[in-house]
């Protein structure tokens, strides 16, 4: 089969499927297969394409009809303009989290000296790394209580070429040391909301996700427990929910934290939390 009908088909299952961005998946997983840019299928739709490889494509779009996000599927996403190694054992990166990145980066670039930052549930490790690729004064940390998250984010310290130092833990239970900036991205949504989530959504790691009856479960744990891990005038930077962020003010604030600022998202969304011990 060329190259031109296999999109085609796959294009038509996917609209039939109610998939959305059928056009650009099936872009994604002839490439990703083929391992040639989207750029490259254009100019070469009347190419045919192997047997094997036609079976392959197929089976990655039903994935795609199960709910089974595409970017596990072809174990790539591309954040700060990086590209990330993930699969199901880590949640998929999302836009809004640059917000975060680049608060810290910020901060950062405003103190001369070298910074020890602690990236607390990294997952992926998307925001250690993109830190440590953007910044020259920073000693990195991460931790995760899960094992297979931190192989993913050690995997992309390595394909970045980045010195990152991990921590299996849960928060800071392995934790033993003093740092400038500690800056979490948490589970934050809230238990039954799951429910109603995308099927793709559902199909990312729970452990991730769930932040409890009211998704505010580890903010009442870092916000009591980070004052014995920052060094002095240290600073906390969180991902917050759109809906959060009185509620994380005033965790904070009954912790003893100063100088509390929020910052918005793309969409006009309060989404990032920066604070003083």
């Known amino acids: 089969m060329k190259v031109i009908d296999l999109l085609k088909n796959g294009r038509k299952i996917l609209i039939e499927n109610e998939i959305e961005e059928g056009s ?9 297969i083929l391992k040639v840019s989207k750029e490259y299928l254009i100019v070469h739709e009347e190419d045919e394409v192997s047997k094997n490889q ?30 990330f190694f993930v699969d199901n054992s880590v949640l998929i990166p999302q836009p809004d989290t640059e917000i975060l990145v680049e608060k810290v980066i910020k901060i950062c670039k405003n103190d001369n000296k070298c910074l020890k930052i602690l990236d607390l549930c990294t997952g992926s490790g998307i925001i250690c790394v993109s830190l440590a690729k953007n910044l020259q004064n920073v000693k990195m940390f991460a931790s995760d209580v899960s094992k297979s998250a931190l192989q993913i984010a050690k995997l992309n310290s390595k394909k970045n070429n980045v010195e990152i130092f ?12 003093k740092f400038d900036i500690i800056v979490s991205n948490p589970p934050y949504i809230e238990t039954e909301v799951i429910k109603t989530l995308s099927k793709e959504v559902r199909n990312e790691p729970l452990l991730a996700l769930d932040g409890g009856k009211d998704g505010l479960n580890f903010y009442r744990r870092i916000a009591k427990e980070a004052k014995n891990y920052l060094n002095s005038n240290g600073k906390i930077a969180l991902e917050i929910g759109f809906n959060q962020k009185v509620a994380v003010t005033q965790i904070f604030e009954e912790q003893g934290y100063k100088n509390i600022q929020c910052f918005k998202d793309l969409s006009n969304n309060d989404r990032v939390i920066i604070c003083n011990l």
Do not use: A, C, H
Request: aromatic share 14%; net charge negative; hydrophobic share 40%.
């Open 24 to 32: 650009l998946k099936t872009r994604l997983l002839l490439s990703n």
């Open 54 to 83: 036609e079976e392959e494509f197929f089976k990655k779009i039903k994935r795609l009809v199960d709910g089974e996000p595409i970017q596990y599927i072809i174990n790539s996403v591309e954040f700060m303009k990086i590209d």
């Open 166 to 177: 991990f921590y299996e833990s849960d928060l800071f239970e392995n934790i033993n040391e």
